[in-house]
């Protein structure tokens, strides 16, 4: 039996419904359930939908219990990398299973309402429990999780059974990228008015402190001024005065410096005669010589002072011009000066706004056009394959009993003024799939249009185009483990045959085609990857199961009370025969031997004998 990536190995249900305990361990391959009415199957069904998300309340509980639990662990082996199991895990902080490792998914359902998710034992969200679970099963039939049923998926399907993923990725790519570039604009255009304001306003600051033409320490030079000026006859007084008393002296007086001359020139005779003034008479003799020079620069001072009212009012206004920019700018010169470069610098930066938006609005055009090429050779293959895809579901369709059914692959576009831009210059919408609007279209019934795949009525129906599509698009589908519920509704014997023959082809099992219209059956194929799980009521149908359970159920007494309980009991051998003659309804030696031809007929075609060399039953 094929070993498959990623299966359902065991499923775990306590008191859902009629069901108190039930643990069921599953196979790779084709696992049928069967039973009588009423003894669970759907059940069973309807507990792995509520690990998809389906609505839980508490009348599903089982009556005398508190709560229900769905546990579902699932097998990873191999590279397991196509279901983006690992990302979806990571971004949600979960652990990434190991190669060979699994993945536990649980469910409780509490009678007050509450609903507690798991995965690998941590609390989750019930949108990420469901979110994971989608990724590996799929249930078809009368619930609501048809994958295939979502036009959203169809692209993507058609895209992976054409082999245009690589095509598809590319577009996506460019799409980003015209993304990123239209978010640049907009943001660009949003900030027009602010970024025009902004500029007006570091113009004028730039230009205020460039028109300055500030120095460091100017500021302190004109202070020292503005007192100079504002002093100036006092200070002229005084240093006249000062010059006097050292030069001039006065009334008859010797000035100062004429008596220092006789006092060191007497100090000097002293040390002529006494060696020992010979040091203090040269330091009088420096005293004499500062002195001169202090009388010189009193007298210079004096002759450069002038009461000058228009050059202290020229220094009054350039201090008030530093204030001002001080209050504006900064503390100090140096910080203005600072102010001023850094909005020069931002000024050049928006200078090139007008530039850059005009490039990325050339940019954009050009991405546009690309998506429109790549959109447009995408759309020509898919349309192709689609064509080639409804012709095989219609084959397949035919082989099961709906032979005047219709099958088409709508592939359309919507006119967008901002779209993407076609060689002939039509602009059409696009998204990161391309520029195509794909579904998927049914008539089940002569005279009836073709319409949306969710719309078939008969659950019968889509259960068995599901099954068609299935079969077609199975290497293509990375869903892992395919359930299907009522895939026998409305179909008899020899059909539910090759319903079984396309079921055991799904998990990939080496073994012979499905009898159609395009096929005799002789030809050896390997199908689909998948674990398949079917409920059905057709002996013909469960021959091919590679894995048997029997879905019963009986009367217990719990406390003096009779309940109903629900068994599950995997086949083989004689019971299995057993359980497939009661399925036949022919409890005599003739039906016990068309039951043994039946599963003769499963095991050859499961064997690769060739159908002209198959008994039949």
């Known amino acids: 039996m094929l070993k498959l990536h990623v299966m359902l190995t065991e499923l775990a249900i306590r008191n859902f419904a009629i069901i108190d ?85 649980s469910r409780e359902v509490r009678a007050n309402g509450r609903n507690i998710c798991r995965v690998n034992g941590r609390a989750t969200s019930l949108q990420l429990l469901s979110d994971l679970a989608a990724r590996l099963i799929d249930v078809h039939g009368q619930g609501e999780h048809l994958n295939l049923l979502r036009p959203s998926t169809h692209s993507g399907l058609l895209d992976r059974y ?20 239209r978010g640049q604009l907009d943001r660009m255009r949003q900030d027009a008015r602010t970024i025009a304001q902004r500029v007006d306003i570091l113009s004028y600051q730039a230009d205020e402190i460039e028109r300055a033409d500030l120095s460091p320490g ?71 010589e500062q002195l001169s020079d202090l009388a010189q620069q009193l007298q210079d001072y004096a002759d450069g002072l002038e009461y000058n009212p228009a050059r202290l009012a020229e220094v009054e206004d350039r201090l008030e011009l530093i204030h001002s920019l ?49 959109g447009m050779a995408l759309s020509e293959k898919r349309a192709a394959a689609g064509e080639t895809l409804a012709k095989s579901v219609e084959i397949e369709l035919d082989d099961l009993r709906m032979e005047k059914a219709r099958f088409a692959v709508s592939v359309t576009q919507s006119p967008d003024d901002d779209g993407a831009i076609l060689p002939d210059g039509t602009r059409v919408a696009f998204s990161s799939t ?14 009836e249009p073709l319409k949306p795949m969710a719309k078939v009525a008969s659950g019968g129906e889509t259960a068995r185009l599901m099954l068609a599509l299935k079969g077609v698009l199975a290497h293509a589908d990375a869903t892992p483990s395919l359930v299907f519920d009522e895939i026998d509704q409305g179909i008899g014997g020899r059909v539910g045959g090759v319903v079984g023959r396309k079921l055991w ?17 002789d030809g050896q194929r390997i199908g689909g990857r998948h674990q398949v799980l079917c409920v059905t009521h057709l002996p013909q149908l469960a021959a091919y ?18 309940r109903t309980a629900t068994d599950v009991t995997s086949l083989s051998g004689d019971a299995r025969i057993d359980e497939l003659v009661l399925m036949l309804g022919a409890a005599t030696e003739s039906g016990r031997q068309s039951v043994t031809e039946i599963m003769a007929e499963a095991e050859q075609f499961k064997a690769g004998t060739p159908a002209s060399q198959r008994a039949r039953p």
């Open 434 to 447: 391309g520029l195509d609007d794909v579904e998927c279209l049914i008539s089940a019934n002569p005279g």
């Open 162 to 181: 054409a082999g245009l993923v690589d095509e598809r990725r590319a577009l996506a790519g460019v799409v980003s990228e015209l993304r990123t570039v």
């Open 505 to 521: 082809a799904l998990t990939g099992q080496v073994g012979t085609a499905p009898v159609t219209s395009a096929d005799n059956g």
């Open 326 to 374: 001080k209050r504006k700018y900064g503390d100090t010169i140096a910080e203005i000066l600072a102010y001023g470069a850094s909005a020069t610098a931002e000024l050049e930066q928006l200078g090139n706004w007008e530039a850059r938006t005009e490039e990325l609005e050339r940019r954009e055009g050009s991405l546009l056009e690309e998506i429109g090429r790549l």
């Open 218 to 288: 100017e500021d302190e030079d004109l202070e020292g001024e503005r007192v100079r000026l504002g002093n100036a006859e006092t200070l002229q007084q005084l240093a006249q005065s000062a010059y006097a008393i050292l030069s001039e002296g006065e009334s008859d007086a010797p000035s100062a410096i004429d008596l220092l001359g006789e006092a060191v020139d007497r100090v000097d005779k002293l040390a002529h005669i006494d060696t020992q003034f010979a040091t203090p008479a040269d330091e009088a003799q420096t005293v004499l």
């Open 545 to 562: 199961g590679d894995t048997h359970f029997a879905v019963t159920k009986r009367i217990v007494s719990v406390d003096g009370d009779e």
């Open 21 to 105: 305990d039930l643990h069921i361990r599953f196979g790779s391959g084709l696992n049928v359930l069967t039973g009588e009415t009423g003894a669970g199957k759907s059940i069973i069904i309807d507990a792995i939908g509520l690990l998809l998300g389906d609505r839980a309340s508490a009348e599903s509980i089982r009556a005398g219990s508190e709560l229900a639990e769905i546990e579902a662990q699932f097998t990873l082996s191999g590279d397991a990398g196509d279901l983006a199991l690992h990302a979806l895990l990571a971004d949600n902080g979960l652990d990434d299973p190991d190669a060979d490792g699994w993945l536990i998914l």
